[in-house]
């Protein structure tokens, strides 16, 4: 079975879906919130390159709804329970759609985990993120930790209105 698609709809997929994330990651920066416009930009354009990958290689069709399909219900799931936001869930699913499967280009760099014959893109991608941020958390506690002897007593900070913490 070929998962490869063309070089170019790798990139034109990769192209897409970063400028659909900076995108939203300026608004949610700026706004707090994202607007559902970017989704339905993103939507159909994921779905679109999710065609033309079922055209290139139809034997893998399969593998793309299976990647596609469990992304989105992962996605779901994870809002219904209220572990994601609306605006998370909903790049999930685009994501599942637009790199159901690693590129190409990334074969050299990321495999499936060992004894897994396919491993969906777009779930890796979550679960490193999930990785990440805790990672973040527990740097951050040990950074406060350290630097805890350096900040001001808290009645000091009650005092002066013009103490700074940081």
């Not at 994921?46 to 990958?53: G, H, K, N, T």
Request: aromatic share 12%; hydrophobic share 60%; charged share 10%.
């Amino acid at each position: 079975m070929n998962l490869t698609a063309p070089l170019s709809l790798d990139l034109a997929a990769v192209l897409l879906t970063v400028s659909i994330f900076i995108a939203a990651s300026l608004s949610d920066l700026k706004t707090r919130e994202i607007s559902n416009k970017l989704w339905l930009v993103y939507g159909p354009g994921a779905a679109m390159v999710f065609a033309l990958r079922i055209i290139f290689a139809p034997d893998v069709l399969p593998i793309l709804a299976v990647s596609a399909g469990a992304t989105i219900l992962v996605a779901f799931l994870l809002f219904q329970f209220s572990v994601m936001g609306g605006a998370d869930s909903k790049a999930l699913m685009c994501l599942g759609l637009a790199l159901p499967v690693s590129p190409s280009f990334l074969a050299p760099f990321w495999q499936p985990p060992p004894g897994l014959v396919f491993y969906p893109f777009p779930i890796a991608i979550l679960v490193n993120s999930f990785l990440l941020s805790i990672g973040s958390a527990v740097f951050l506690l040990a950074r406060n930790l350290f630097r805890f002897n350096e900040l001001l007593p808290v009645e000091d900070c009650f005092r002066d209105s013009s103490a700074n913490l940081f």
